[in-house]
């Protein structure tokens, strides 16, 4: 189905008309095939099915996906099919809001890219430069990058944008949540028009929408899923709970839970976080904690240990909240209810991904529920209340 929005802009929403879509359909190469025969993926997602005939013929794209819908293959893929057997300069640029974004990125790119020698670069803050500015110098291909540490980067001369033919915004929404707005408009300056580009989100406010306009030239829209709708496989369910009592409540939850499962949970603040992981292991569990104020090394340590099956719990702020490739959350609590309703989408985006199950509990307390009912406004679903007995507002 194809209809004409407001703007020029086409939408493409093919969901049920791509579900027959084999690999081979999608004009892949044979290089590319085998690599994805070798990831295990049996056939696109609709976002891949969708996104990558339009990306290899070049055209622009607004993708409205959120993380868990395969969408970083669904620029990954094109983008290496352009590239492949073509001088080495930078001719991709990838820019994300997060260093754990980036290196996911970056890893997505190896993962479908093997044997084609591509030189793939990631480049964030909270490092050293002296790695990144060798690398760099030295003639990378595609630059996976976070808009901060790339402008240092512009400004030393470390980076030329002459030669430029891809651009991503991934998790745009996300990037101009966190302001880097001026950063990108000071990167996409240097980028000439003639360019591709491809801009993903999993929310189209007015902001992101401008940033569209401003970039895109006739983007086709290609959409996954309801705005802002979470997640089908997740089991949510909402646990009413004074808020001297979470703690509690989350090891009385932990109790029911198996071994292997592995679990995120969401905390409104670093100190929040540090007490939760603290009183995880009074009670014999092992946890990590994911914030800021963790070093790159601590922070990547943690995520590593969590998808290792060795912490069985992670416990993060909203920096762990979007394009985090964590596969086989089994659950994702919400110790505290997200600010925004927008960030349940995204934490929930966190498990029941490629199609898993998995199950999603918020902690309400009681200056909490009107946030709820907010969250509830905009998935377009009431959430279950679950009343334990002894954990309730009552007690
Ligand atoms: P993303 O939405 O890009 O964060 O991807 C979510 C997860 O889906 C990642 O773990 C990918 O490795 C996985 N994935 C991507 N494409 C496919 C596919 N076609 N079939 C199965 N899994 C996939």
Redesign the pocket.
């Known amino acids: 189905m194809t209809r004409k929005q407001p703007g020029a802009l086409t939408l493409a929403q093919a969901e049920a008309s791509t579900s027959d879509i084999t ?1 081979k359909d999608l004009g892949l190469s044979p290089p590319m095939l085998a690599s ?1 025969d070798a ?7 609709p976002i ?1 099915a969708q996104a990558v005939p339009l990306a290899l013929k070049g055209r622009d794209i607004m993708g409205l ?10 620029f990954t893929i094109p983008i290496i099919e352009r590239l492949m057997g073509g001088p080495a300069r930078t001719r991709a640029l990838i820019l994300t809001p997060t260093r754990e974004l980036c290196q ?1 990125v970056e890893e ?1 790119f190896r ?1 479908y890219g093997t044997g084609t020698g591509l030189h793939v670069v990631s480049v964030y803050g909270g490092v050293g430069y002296d790695v990144q500015t060798t690398a760099l110098r030295g003639g990378v291909d595609v630059i996976v990058a976070t808009p901060g540490r790339l402008i240092d980067h512009l400004e030393k001369q470390n980076v030329v944008f002459d030669e430029l033919e891809v651009l991503v915004l991934d998790e745009a929404d996300r990037m101009l949540d966190m302001g880097f707005a001026p950063q990108i408009n000071r990167i996409v300056a240097q980028i000439h028009p003639y360019r591709q580009t491809l801009l993903f989100s999993a929310t189209m406010p007015p902001e992101v929408e401008a940033l569209a306009r401003k970039y895109l030239r006739k983007p086709v829209v290609v959409q996954v899923g309801r705005r802002s709708a979470a997640a089908t496989t997740v089991r949510h369910y909402v646990y009413p709970v004074p808020k001297h009592r979470k703690a509690e409540l989350l090891t009385h939850l932990l109790q029911a839970t198996k071994p292997e499962d592995s679990i995120l949970v969401f905390t409104r603040t670093k100190h929040g976080a540090d007490k939760v992981v603290r009183h995880l292991e009074e009670q014999g569990y092992s946890a990590d904690a994911l914030h800021a104020d963790k070093t790159q090394a601590q922070r990547e340590q943690a995520l590593a240990r969590f998808k290792a099956g060795q912490t069985r719990l992670l416990v993060a702020t909203d920096i762990a909240q979007r ?1 985090l ?1 964590i ?1 086989g959350i089994s659950h994702v609590v919400n110790y505290d209810v997200p600010q925004q309703a927008e960030d349940y989408v995204h934490r929930i985006g966190r498990t029941g ?2 199609a898993k199950e998995g199950d999603a509990f918020t902690f309400m307390c009681a200056d909490e529920i009107g946030m709820v009912r907010t969250i509830e406004r905009v998935i377009g679903q009431e959430i279950p209340r679950i009343s334990v007995a002894g954990y309730d507002f009552g007690t």
């Open positions: 690999f994805l990831a295990g993926y049996t056939k696109p997602t891949q996906a959120q993380t868990g819908t395969g969408k970083t293959a669904a996911q997505s993962k394009g490739d596969s991904r490629a």
